[in-house]
């Protein structure tokens, strides 16, 4: 019996998804809960797995296509259905859908029907919002929310006079009923912020790209040991180097030629030679990268993306401007396209512009090492006997300890220096 | 030496139940008692006492039997029986609570526990010392009778609840001094068995610690039947002459008066057991154990439940300390709640409250709405024949959340519980007026009076 593929609603601000990638061709056996589709939202990538086993009879939309959540992305039934089954499937649905439910008994996604074994609540009694009422994992939340056993009535009745959203309050009580006292407290937290609130602070949900950017440096900080290498390199001959070539790649591509794409072409020639940092660590599994895809941290106002030039050790100077430049002005007018994002194997954190020195920067997971890279500054430095003034910059190489030793770590910084102070050799 | 997790010192309502708690939640423990196990309760207080209330009842039942065509001749008693029927009830509840602590693996040590230091007790028996060692302590060594300073006392025979349940005969005369819950059960069961009782009160009020309304309708009762009861009174001095007990009291105003009887019971309070603790250095709050919310004394490990504490000196009361101290032991933090603690007189006219007294509610300064529903409206009450009585509820008028409770009437004593369940719950008086009661039933006055308070009396 054919069925819907819907765009999930991974949250309560999420309107739309983008499909990243397919994971099965039409026509392919799927098991349930194996994944059908890659998606994308507010920079997570999610799977959307299979409610159930099947064919994938139609892909309705191609990667990279953005699509409203709850809306049908592809159908999935018996082996060859045909088509019109499936485009009659929509005006027959709620008929299909009884037969459904004889089966299933409640339409529910994945994830809804999780927490819902995980909280033991029956599903038949949580009002779904989804597509032909299918209940979604927010529905389970709101209903876990909503039991009223979680709070006492004189509680109830104070949140009720207060205006308290109860869903705020942690309880106190038996299994974690909120009592008055929860309330009280509440209201004498509340009252205190309130002051401070109006007198000095904003307040700003965490959410967005901001949430996400939260979520993965924590989680990258608490989860990879970070260690963090620094080194001091003289970039005279890059500021010669960049004079020179200035004009010759603003003539071929455009754009200006910056500090920032010497060392993005510094970085992948020297990781090229250095692969032992070119690795990723997931599920317990190590990947040895073969490709050298470059990916440099951009500020918006919103928060950070990270953008990535494939094969960066394959490409001239020239071809890394011009990417490097296009990338950004898209991502600035705000196409933040899937493809621009994917594939990276080590981040390149340049804070250059500012007057910063050097500074920790935080792994990329699933990366393994990032480069922090500070201003550029004339010092005096002693070369051959005599103290000369000389372009200088600090380094900073963060790298996840559990996949990375220090020795590896050190060489890669040792001949990125070396390469640096000698960039005619990387145009070779 | 085998250490315990836990050593309770004191096998009564505090020490036995935090005992078998204890044990049920994987702790190796022992218990030490010096007498029999169940303590002021079981042998000298609650059980004793209610055991002759309902022979009290019985008797006033018949008697009353009159009223509904039920006649019954040469009604008489045997004080033996009385007493046997009572030794029997107790050592019923004695076994049981035996078989309990044995099936939990409790290690039972008869003699007096003394603490050594804050992870030693010796246990004294027949001249033999026996040192355990313990990672935590309980005291929960309980009360005896006090004892006031009166003049002449010393020299005269006198009863307290360690010997007045055991009396052979029935005493012609008794004068009960102390009129707070002990006084006024004892007054009512030997004013029912045929004693000319007296009743010696210092304050205005006899149960003064309960409402006033109460009280006054509990001396109405007690004085309707016969007892003496003399507020506002001091025994100034006691002597004994021909076998009868002569008090000298004296008035507030100064007038004096010379109270004689047969018997003398003395029920002015209760004093603590402290000779567990002689030698180490604990923190008091004058005789009581001095503890924090935790029920931890000062020393960390060491902690005191029950009697020994002051406060509630009610056997619930210590059995919910105990619980308490085991999960604190266990480590689950937890404080002694005491909002929500049912208080009850077993007279033949019950009085039963819970939450916050009137007083309590004025001398705090809550803004509160008090609401009454007499009994006499009640049918089952008018079935029993015991329609004398009331429930007040006092409420805050915003939430209509429950402050307290005071209950007057038969088997209010029970009735309270549910009282106990809709504050516990954190149910209101609007919950308390939807909620369906059996009909006929004295719980419909809870659904009466909650009706009654939100301005939707039903009867």
């Given at each position: 019996?054919?069925?819907?593929?819907?765009?999930?609603?991974?949250?309560?601000?999420?309107?739309?998804?983008?499909?990243?990638?397919?994971?099965?061709?039409?026509?392919?056996?799927?098991?349930?809960?194996?994944?059908?589709?890659?998606?994308?939202?507010?920079?997570?990538?999610?799977?959307?797995?299979?409610?159930?086993?099947?064919?994938?009879?139609?892909?309705?939309?191609?990667?990279?296509?953005?699509?409203?959540?709850?809306?049908?992305?592809?159908?999935?039934?018996?082996?060859?259905?045909?088509?019109?089954?499936?485009?009659?499937?929509?005006?027959?649905?709620?008929?299909?859908?009884?037969?459904?439910?004889?089966?299933?008994?409640?339409?529910?996604?994945?994830?809804?029907?999780?927490?819902?074994?995980?909280?033991?609540?029956?599903?038949?009694?949580?009002?779904?919002?989804?597509?032909?009422?299918?209940?979604?994992?927010?529905?389970?939340?709101?209903?876990?929310?909503?039991?009223?056993?979680?709070?006492?009535?004189?509680?109830?009745?104070?949140?009720?006079?207060?205006?308290?959203?109860?869903?705020?309050?942690?309880?106190?009580?038996?299994?974690?009923?909120?009592?008055?006292?929860?309330?009280?407290?509440?209201?004498?937290?509340?009252?205190?912020?309130?002051?401070?609130?109006?007198?000095?602070?904003?307040?700003?949900?965490?959410?967005?790209?901001?949430?996400?950017?939260?979520?993965?440096?924590?989680?990258?900080?608490?989860?990879?040991?970070?260690?963090?290498?620094?080194?001091?390199?003289?970039?005279?001959?890059?500021?010669?180097?960049?004079?020179?070539?200035?004009?010759?790649?603003?003539?071929?591509?455009?754009?200006?030629?910056?500090?920032?794409?010497?060392?993005?072409?510094?970085?992948?020639?020297?990781?090229?030679?250095?692969?032992?940092?070119?690795?990723?660590?997931?599920?317990?599994?190590?990947?040895?990268?073969?490709?050298?895809?470059?990916?440099?941290?951009?500020?918006?106002?919103?928060?950070?993306?990270?953008?990535?030039?494939?094969?960066?050790?394959?490409?001239?100077?020239?071809?890394?401007?011009?990417?490097?430049?296009?990338?950004?002005?898209?991502?600035?007018?705000?196409?933040?396209?899937?493809?621009?994002?994917?594939?990276?194997?080590?981040?390149?954190?340049?804070?250059?512009?500012?007057?910063?020195?050097?500074?920790?920067?935080?792994?990329?997971?699933?990366?393994?090492?990032?480069?922090?890279?500070?201003?550029?500054?004339?010092?005096?430095?002693?070369?051959?006997?005599?103290?000369?003034?000389?372009?200088?910059?600090?380094?900073?190489?963060?790298?996840?300890?559990?996949?990375?030793?220090?020795?590896?770590?050190?060489?890669?910084?040792?001949?990125?220096?070396?390469?640096?102070?000698?960039?005619?050799?990387?145009?070779? | 030496?085998?250490?315990?997790?836990?050593?309770?010192?004191?096998?009564?309502?505090?020490?036995?139940?935090?005992?078998?708690?204890?044990?049920?939640?994987?702790?190796?423990?022992?218990?030490?008692?010096?007498?029999?196990?169940?303590?002021?309760?079981?042998?000298?207080?609650?059980?004793?006492?209610?055991?002759?209330?309902?022979?009290?009842?019985?008797?006033?039942?018949?008697?009353?039997?009159?009223?509904?065509?039920?006649?019954?001749?040469?009604?008489?008693?045997?004080?033996?029986?009385?007493?046997?029927?009572?030794?029997?009830?107790?050592?019923?509840?004695?076994?049981?609570?035996?078989?309990?602590?044995?099936?939990?693996?409790?290690?039972?040590?008869?003699?007096?526990?003394?603490?050594?230091?804050?992870?030693?007790?010796?246990?004294?028996?027949?001249?033999?010392?026996?040192?355990?060692?313990?990672?935590?302590?309980?005291?929960?060594?309980?009360?005896?009778?006090?004892?006031?300073k009166v003049d002449g006392l010393e020299n005269v025979q006198y009863h307290t609840t360690d010997t007045i349940f055991d009396l052979k005969t029935l005493p012609k005369s008794m004068t009960i001094v102390g009129g707070g819950v002990i006084g006024?059960?004892?007054?009512?069961?030997?004013?029912?068995?045929?004693?000319?009782?007296?009743?010696?009160?210092?304050?205005?009020?006899?149960?003064?610690?309960?409402?006033?309304?109460?009280?006054?309708?509990?001396?109405?009762?007690?004085?309707?039947?016969?007892?003496?009861?003399?507020?506002?009174?001091?025994?100034?001095?006691?002597?004994?002459?021909?076998?009868?007990?002569?008090?000298?009291?004296?008035?507030?105003?100064?007038?004096?008066?010379?109270?004689?009887?047969?018997?003398?019971?003395?029920?002015?309070?209760?004093?603590?057991?402290?000779?567990?603790?002689?030698?180490?250095?604990?923190?008091?709050?004058?005789?009581?154990?001095?503890?924090?919310?935790?029920?931890?004394?000062?020393?960390?490990?060491?902690?005191?439940?029950?009697?020994?504490?002051?406060?509630?000196?009610?056997?619930?009361?210590?059995?919910?300390?105990?619980?308490?101290?085991?999960?604190?032991?266990?480590?689950?933090?937890?404080?002694?709640?005491?909002?929500?603690?049912?208080?009850?007189?077993?007279?033949?006219?019950?009085?039963?409250?819970?939450?916050?007294?009137?007083?309590?509610?004025?001398?705090?300064?809550?803004?509160?709405?008090?609401?009454?529903?007499?009994?006499?409206?009640?049918?089952?009450?008018?079935?029993?024949?015991?329609?004398?009585?009331?429930?007040?509820?006092?409420?805050?008028?915003?939430?209509?959340?429950?402050?307290?409770?005071?209950?007057?009437?038969?088997?209010?004593?029970?009735?309270?519980?549910?009282?106990?369940?809709?504050?516990?719950?954190?149910?209101?008086?609007?919950?308390?007026?939807?909620?369906?009661?059996?009909?006929?039933?004295?719980?419909?006055?809870?659904?009466?009076?909650?009706?009654?308070?939100?301005?939707?009396?039903?009867?």
């Amino acid at each position: 019996m054919a069925r819907e593929v819907v765009m999930p609603k991974l949250g309560a601000t999420m309107e739309e998804g983008i499909i990243v990638s397919w994971l099965v061709n039409d026509g392919e056996f799927i098991e349930e809960g194996d994944p059908i589709a890659e998606i994308q939202t507010d920079k997570i990538v999610l799977e959307v797995e299979a409610e159930s086993s099947g064919h994938l009879l139609k892909k309705l939309y191609d990667a990279g296509s953005t699509v409203k959540v709850h809306e049908v992305i592809a159908y999935m039934g018996e082996e060859n259905e045909a088509i019109e089954q499936i485009e009659n499937f929509s005006e027959s649905k709620d008929n299909k859908l009884e037969e459904v439910n004889e089966e299933e008994k409640v339409r529910k996604t994945p994830a809804a029907n999780k927490l819902a074994k995980d909280n033991g609540v029956d599903l038949s009694l949580v009002p779904g919002t989804g597509p032909n009422s299918r209940v979604q994992k927010q529905d389970v939340e709101n209903y876990l929310q909503q039991d009223t056993s979680k709070i006492t009535p004189l509680a109830q009745k104070m949140v009720k006079d207060l205006k308290i959203d109860d869903k705020d309050l942690i309880g106190s009580g038996q299994h974690g009923k909120i009592t008055k006292k929860d309330v009280l407290s509440a209201v004498t937290k509340t009252t205190s912020t309130q002051e401070r609130e109006s007198s000095q602070l904003k307040k700003v949900p965490l959410k967005g790209m901001r949430k996400v950017i939260a979520e993965r440096m924590s989680e990258s900080y608490y989860t990879a040991p970070h260690v963090t290498l620094t080194t001091e390199i003289n970039m005279t001959e890059c500021v010669i180097l960049r004079k020179q070539l200035l004009p010759v790649i603003e003539k071929e591509t455009g754009y200006r030629l910056s500090y920032n794409d010497l060392i993005v072409k510094a970085v992948a020639h020297t990781l090229s030679k250095n692969k032992a940092l070119n690795i990723s660590l997931q599920n317990n599994e190590i990947y040895f990268y073969e490709e050298v895809n470059i990916g440099f941290a951009v500020s918006l106002d919103e928060g950070l993306v990270v953008p990535v030039i494939e094969n960066t050790d394959q490409i001239g100077l020239a071809e890394i401007v011009k990417r490097s430049k296009e990338i950004v002005a898209n991502i600035k007018n705000g196409k933040l396209s899937p493809e621009y994002f994917e594939n990276g194997t080590f981040t390149i954190s340049n804070l250059g512009m500012y007057a910063v020195d050097s500074f920790t920067p935080i792994i990329n997971q699933p990366q393994s090492a990032i480069l922090g890279v500070g201003r550029i500054v004339e010092k005096p430095v002693v070369k051959n006997g005599e103290v000369v003034i000389n372009s200088m910059m600090q380094l900073s190489l963060s790298f996840d300890h559990r996949v990375i030793d220090g020795a590896p770590a050190a060489q890669f910084m040792t001949d990125l220096k070396e390469n640096l102070e000698n960039p005619f050799r990387m145009l070779v | 030496m085998t250490t315990f997790d836990v050593i309770i010192i004191g096998g009564g309502p505090g020490g036995y139940v935090a005992a078998l708690r204890g044990a049920s939640e994987g702790l190796r423990v022992a218990l030490i008692e010096a007498e029999q196990l169940g303590g002021t309760c079981l042998n000298q207080g609650c059980i004793p006492s209610k055991t002759y209330l309902k022979n009290a009842e019985i008797l006033e039942e018949i008697e009353q039997g009159k009223q509904r065509g039920i006649l019954v001749k040469d009604v008489d008693f045997s004080m033996e029986g009385m007493v046997s029927y009572k030794n029997s009830v107790l050592n019923n509840l004695r076994m049981g609570i035996q078989s309990l602590l044995k099936a939990r693996k409790i290690e039972v040590f008869n003699g007096l526990g003394l603490i050594k230091n804050s992870q030693e007790v010796e246990v004294i028996s027949n001249n033999e010392k026996t040192t355990l060692s313990t990672k935590n302590i309980i005291i929960a060594t309980g009360s005896r009778p006090l004892i006031p300073k009166v003049d002449g006392l010393e020299n005269v025979q006198y009863h307290t609840t360690d010997t007045i349940f055991d009396l052979k005969t029935l005493p012609k005369s008794m004068t009960i001094v102390g009129g707070g819950v002990i006084g006024v059960e004892l007054a009512d069961v030997f004013s029912s068995l045929g004693s000319k009782v007296t009743i010696i009160e210092y304050s205005n009020r006899i149960i003064a610690m309960e409402d006033e309304e109460a009280s006054k309708a509990l001396h109405k009762k007690l004085h309707d039947k016969g007892i003496n009861i003399l507020t506002n009174h001091l025994v100034t001095s006691v002597s004994e002459e021909n076998g009868c007990k002569m008090l000298v009291v004296e008035k507030k105003s100064g007038e004096k008066d010379v109270i004689s009887s047969e018997e003398l019971l003395i029920a002015v309070g209760r004093t603590p057991n402290n000779s567990a603790t002689k030698h180490i250095d604990l923190a008091y709050n004058g005789a009581f154990i001095k503890v924090n919310d935790y029920l931890q004394t000062n020393i960390s490990s060491i902690y005191a439940v029950g009697d020994v504490i002051g406060g509630y000196q009610l056997a619930h009361v210590a059995s919910a300390e105990g619980l308490t101290v085991i999960e604190n032991i266990l480590g689950n933090q937890k404080k002694m709640d005491y909002s929500i603690v049912p208080r009850c007189i077993y007279t033949n006219l019950q009085i039963a409250s819970i939450g916050q007294s009137e007083n309590d509610l004025k001398s705090k300064g809550v803004d509160y709405t008090v609401t009454k529903y007499n009994l006499f409206g009640n049918g089952k009450a008018q079935t029993l024949g015991k329609k004398d009585g009331f429930v007040k509820v006092f409420t805050d008028s915003k939430y209509g959340e429950i402050y307290g409770m005071c209950m007057v009437g038969p088997y209010v004593t029970e009735l309270i519980g549910q009282g106990s369940a809709y504050m516990s719950l954190e149910g209101t008086v609007y919950e308390m007026a939807e909620m369906i009661q059996p009909h006929p039933s004295l719980s419909e006055i809870f659904m009466e009076v909650a009706n009654l308070s939100i301005g939707k009396g039903v009867h």
